[in-house]
């Protein structure tokens, strides 16, 4: 394969789509917006916001979908971000094709990701977060290359874009771009049909805002959930990228 196509795995409402703009930004890259997440609604049955038009709209053959994420890169360019949600990586989904991309995994604090959440999905489970898929696909990795598959946290991105941009550039053998720090607002064609369900703050957005903590709580009745997926964070979060300096920063 020619070019460098990068996958990065998170859970929702964790600055990914943020990320893809960020992305996106770059003159030599292409995106993909959660390419698998048709196939999870077809074969999960999940109730989520547009589902039959995100199943009648976007390819949900996961062979298929995934050959085409490890071909050529579209539109000539050089670089393939590709946004990956953990949980639409089903049980049924091969994995051989992944070992064919430069993977970074994205974190974010559970109770952060939870409250937001749930405002659009009211009970999820620790696999509805993705955060047992996250720390699976993960170690998974790590088991056949004897590497470690770098990780980074949203509120480290929010705090240090440059910093922590530049060290996945680093980290996936791409220069780092200044052009990724900005973007221009609005919707996208390379985003999927749910944009509108999901990404209201994002096409407001024209870069990454500060860091602002929530200061809500996740409900009581979601204490298990809790529970689980920081126990999961925490797994990752020992391994994940500290804040460091971008070019041209002291």
Not at 75 to 91: E, I, P
Not at 123 to 138: H, K, M, R, S
Not at 212 to 224: D, F, I, M, S, T
Request: with cysteine; glycine share 8%; net charge neutral.
């Amino acid at each position: 394969m020619s070019g460098v196509r990068i996958a990065m795995w998170s859970g929702p409402r964790n600055i990914s789509t943020a990320l893809m703009r960020s992305w996106e930004s770059r003159a030599d890259c292409f995106v993909s917006d959660e390419p698998l997440y048709a196939h999870y609604l077809k074969v999960t049955g999940a109730d989520h916001p547009a589902r039959e038009e995100i199943i009648r709209k976007h390819e949900w053959d996961w062979q298929l979908v995934t050959r085409s994420l490890v071909g050529p890169i579209p539109r000539g360019k050089t670089v393939w971000y590709q946004k990956h949600m953990n949980h639409h990586l089903t049980s049924d989904v091969g994995r051989k094709w992944i070992l064919e991309l430069r993977n970074v995994f994205l974190i974010r604090d559970p109770v952060e990701m939870i409250t937001s959440f749930i405002k659009v999905i009211p009970n999820p489970t620790p696999a509805d977060l993705g955060l047992p898929q996250q720390v699976d696909l993960w170690e998974w990795i790590r088991a056949r290359t004897g590497q470690t598959p770098p990780v980074i946290d949203a509120r480290d991105v929010l705090e240090n874009p440059r910093g922590m941009l530049a060290a996945v550039c680093e980290c996936v053998g791409v220069p780092f771009d200044e052009a990724m720090l900005s973007w221009k607002p609005g919707p996208r064609d390379t985003d999927g049909v749910w944009g509108p369900h999901w990404y209201d703050s994002v096409y407001r957005s024209t870069g990454f805002g500060p860091y602002k903590p929530k200061n809500e709580q996740v409900p009581g009745r979601l204490a298990g959930v809790l529970a689980e997926c920081q126990r999961l964070y925490d797994i990752m979060g020992e391994h994940k990228i500290a804040l460091r300096a971008a070019p041209g920063e002291p």
